[in-house]
């Protein structure tokens, strides 16, 4: 039984991917600061950093001695993207504790959240998560705090993969959705031994978040909309460099690797077989296989359908393919 691997307590694993982020620091703070029961709050923090540029963001002393962190380091240049990032913090720095929620490195909390959180948790049907965009707070003003809260809507497709968007309407309950945020998600940790993360979707930003939604779906794990907003994000990058720097540190390798999970998204979404590779993007894919009956469903139920039917797939692979390829691997 997967229950059984899970603890029965209130306690909260926070789990935070950083790529070279002054803001983890501040929001760790933040977390820790506005929790109704502090004690309660376990962080898993993978830190991809640079030792020589990055080190006075990284200070752990300044933290409240009695707080509850583990912290795995890595290179700024092994990174691998957020998706691998999520997989490592999972399997390394996670504990069963009863709760957990993923947030990104730059996000804010207002007073009371975990108790917010928990108590419309157990408000839902077993399996399910609390997740959004959740709305924009600055560095110079902090948060501006909102009561319309963002439901996330489809925005288009990009290389074939759809992408979301939000929508701001006034809730009193939570509203099902079938779109999960990955820098905003809540549930019991049971939910992510029943879904695991892919170590095997590196250096892939775009499309994690449809691939967990169809395979939320494919489990029968439901996706809510909170209807109140207790977290807040940074959505400016400017202030801060992103993973897609370490393709000038070895530029065939993260294209290559990049390629491989693209293929493996197509396949497990049953968008497209790709021929090229098949070995290295299919290692343990029977794992995360999705029967074609239950993502037709998901397509109907999120009203993409016809659009994924009328992508040409074949086409666009080729030119993804050769556009990251230049030295045609």
């Known amino acids: 039984m997967l229950t059984s691997l899970i603890n029965s307590n209130d306690n909260i694993f926070i789990s935070i991917a950083c790529y070279r982020d002054s803001e983890l620091i501040p929001t760790i703070k933040s977390a820790y600061e506005t929790a109704d029961n502090p004690d309660n709050l376990f962080f898993g923090i993978y830190l991809q950093y640079n030792p020589d540029e990055d080190e006075k963001y990284f200070d752990f002393s300044c933290l409240p001695k009695e707080l509850k962190i583990k912290v795995k380091r890595t290179l700024w240049y092994r990174a691998r993207g957020p998706i691998y990032a999520r997989y490592v913090i999972n399997n390394y720095l996670y504990k069963n504790q009863k709760y957990y929620l993923q947030i990104d490195s730059h996000t804010r909390f207002i007073k009371g959240w975990d108790t917010f959180l928990i108590e419309e948790i157990n408000k839902l049907p077993n399996y399910s998560i609390l997740t959004t965009y959740p709305p924009g707070y600055t560095r110079k003003d902090g948060i501006i705090e909102r009561d319309m809260c963002n439901i996330m809507k489809f925005k288009k497709l990009s290389r074939g993969i759809p992408i979301f968007r939000t929508e701001q309407e006034y809730l009193e309950t939570p509203v099902r959705n079938y779109f999960w945020a990955a820098g905003y998600s809540f549930c019991e940790g049971i939910v992510f031994k029943k879904v695991p993360f892919d170590k095997y979707l590196k250096n892939l930003f775009m499309g994690e978040e449809y691939l967990m939604s169809l395979r939320f779906y494919a489990n029968g794990i439901k996706l809510y909309s909170p209807h109140k907003n207790v ?48 070995d290295k993007y299919s290692y343990d894919l029977e794992k995360y296989k999705i029967k074609r009956e239950t993502i037709n469903n998901f397509l109907i139920k999120t009203n993409i359908k016809s659009l994924i039917d009328n992508f040409d797939y074949k086409k666009q692979y080729k030119k993804y393919y050769f556009s990251l390829n230049s030295d045609k691997i």
């Not at 294209?255 to 590779?277: A, G, V």
């Open 231 to 278: 977290i807040y994000t940074l959505w400016d990058r400017d202030y801060r460099p992103t993973f897609w720097e370490i393709k000038n540190h070895n530029k065939l390798k993260f294209y290559f690797e990049q390629l491989l999970s693209y293929s493996r998204l197509l396949k497990i979404s049953n968008l497209f077989t790709p021929d090229k590779f098949v």
